[in-house]
């Protein structure tokens, strides 16, 4: 267990269906960022935070992704009208920041949301 | 496009051998590289970063960063059953935005 937990676990929604998660950072971590990961990949980069500041966003991501971390603490991340194709794990992770820990920064990854759209 | 380029595998390797896994990326601009180790049906954890160029070791892992050539690696020595997972390597491209390659399967063989 790292600290980062993510609501919920699994889903499993009907497409066209909109879908809620939620990620709840380690405490004192600034950085909050959700990849999206799909069988035989790696973490792709969906969107990253700083604090409350949502900094980048994937070009790779539709206008049916968003993502908000209202007074800094948890995120969510919804994706509206959803379709087979965002089938997947949702990883959420939490870093401080490089400057903090003298230019190196550990991306703590919670256990992730598996997205199942049928 | 930013890559970062592995060898899927899967590489199979006997207990006590030592393995090794490649990476190669394509940002010029990155600084800091990771080694990550999932496990199936897990999530990612850091096992090693390197940003300087030359070798850095942490008990069995040496990851080795070579910016000329942009190659990064991480050899595993004595290789015990339990490291059979999927190995990703990832590249930082700014500070804040990490990119990561597909993974390379390892199996230890006992």
């Known amino acids: 267990d790292t600290g980062v937990s993510q609501d919920p676990r699994h889903k499993i929604t009907k497409r066209g269906q909109n879908v809620t998660f939620r990620c709840d950072p380690i405490s004192e971590h600034n950085r909050l960022y959700w990849y999206r990961q799909t069988l035989g990949q790696g973490p792709e980069f969906l969107t990253y935070f700083q604090n409350e500041a949502q900094l980048e966003k994937s070009r790779l991501l539709s206008d049916r992704f968003s993502a908000e971390r209202p007074k800094g603490s948890f995120s969510t991340l919804e994706i509206q009208r959803t379709e087979q194709g965002d089938s997947a794990m949702y990883l959420c992770a939490s870093s401080t920041t490089a400057a903090e820990t003298g230019g190196y920064y550990e991306q703590y990854f919670g256990p992730g949301t598996r997205l199942t759209v049928t | 496009q930013k890559e970062v380029e592995q060898n899927s595998g899967p590489l199979s390797v006997p207990e006590g051998a030592i393995a090794s896994l490649n990476c190669t990326y394509s940002?010029?601009?990155?600084?800091?590289f990771f080694w990550y180790r999932q496990y199936s049906g897990k999530s990612p954890e850091l096992i090693m970063f390197i940003y300087s160029n030359g070798d850095k070791e942490d008990g069995r892992f040496t990851a080795q960063l070579n910016k000329a050539s942009q190659y990064v690696s991480l050899l595993i020595r004595d290789s015990q059953p339990s490291d059979s997972a999927t190995y990703l390597c990832a590249g930082d491209t700014g500070g804040f935005k990490t990119i990561f390659g597909a993974g390379t399967r390892l199996f230890v063989k006992a």
């Open positions: 940002d010029r601009g990155s600084q800091s």
